[in-house]
């Protein structure tokens, strides 16, 4: 039958033989091919995005976790000495303490000029119970910095044993400027 045809034909034939042939091979093999290409493209795209945010909701939870420590640590400056010591006094009165204070010198922050670690310190005597509850309160309240050092002694009979002022404590807040 190829035969009987003359060339003009068996080219337009051939032809379209050629493009059938194409065509079923586009179908069932390069369609294939060239979407799982198009799919694994895009797949690396998107894993390099998310490679790179990735450690995004790790960073906002340390990020918030370490701005909450910083409020803590801040004080504002025209309040630091009188709304501490204040603050401080009334706690240690009503828990039945003795309160003495202690400036400390100011340090500077290397890392930022505008702001300033502050540190103060007090000297407590009392029960320990009583000051057991003051560092309670002092560790509850807000916007008097952070405990930095405690520290709490027993003087050498200095009277009977049952005396409920025979400890004493020394303790320093730490506060950040603002």
Same mark, same amino acid.
């Not at 010591?85 to 009503?94: G, I, L, P």
């Given at each position: 039958? !190829? +035969?009987?045809?003359?060339?003009? $034909?068996?080219?337009?034939?051939?032809? %379209?033989?050629?493009?059938?042939?194409?065509?079923?091979?586009?179908? @069932?093999? @390069?369609? +294939?091919?060239?979407?799982?290409?198009?799919?694994?493209?895009?797949?690396? $795209?998107?894993?390099?995005?998310?490679?790179?945010?990735?450690?995004?909701? +790790?960073?906002? #939870?340390?990020?918030? @976790?370490?701005?909450? %420590?910083?409020?803590?640590?801040?004080? $504002?400056?025209?309040?630091?000495?009188?709304? %501490? !010591? &204040?603050?401080?006094?009334?706690?240690?009165?009503?828990?039945?303490?003795?309160?003495?204070?202690?400036?400390?010198? &100011?340090?500077?922050?290397?890392?930022?000029?505008?702001?300033?670690? =502050?540190?103060?310190?007090?000297? @407590?005597?009392?029960?320990?119970?009583?000051?057991?509850?003051?560092?309670?309160?002092?560790?509850?309240?807000?916007?008097?910095?952070?405990?930095?050092?405690?520290?709490?002694?027993?003087? #050498?009979?200095?009277?009977?044993?049952?005396?409920?002022?025979?400890?004493?404590? &020394?303790?320093?807040?730490?506060?950040?400027? =603002?």
């Amino acid at each position: 039958m !190829w +035969h009987k045809l003359d060339d003009k $034909k068996q080219k337009i034939v051939a032809i %379209v033989a050629a493009v059938l042939v194409l065509y079923v091979a586009y179908v @069932f093999s @390069f369609k +294939h091919a060239i979407e799982a290409y198009s799919l694994n493209k895009n797949l690396k $795209k998107e894993a390099s995005l998310q490679m790179q945010d990735a450690a995004y909701p +790790h960073l906002n #939870k340390k990020y918030n @976790f370490y701005q909450k %420590v910083l409020t803590d640590y801040r004080v $504002k400056k025209e309040e630091m000495d009188t709304k %501490v !010591w &204040q603050s401080v006094s009334d706690m240690a009165v009503s828990q039945q303490v003795k309160i003495s204070y202690n400036p400390m010198p &100011q340090v500077a922050d290397t890392a930022s000029n505008p702001t300033a670690i =502050r540190q103060q310190q007090f000297i @407590f005597r009392g029960s320990y119970f009583n000051m057991v509850k003051l560092l309670d309160t002092l560790s509850k309240s807000d916007g008097l910095g952070k405990i930095a050092q405690l520290t709490i002694t027993s003087p #050498k009979s200095e009277g009977p044993k049952g005396n409920d002022q025979a400890l004493s404590m &020394q303790l320093g807040l730490s506060a950040v400027e =603002r």
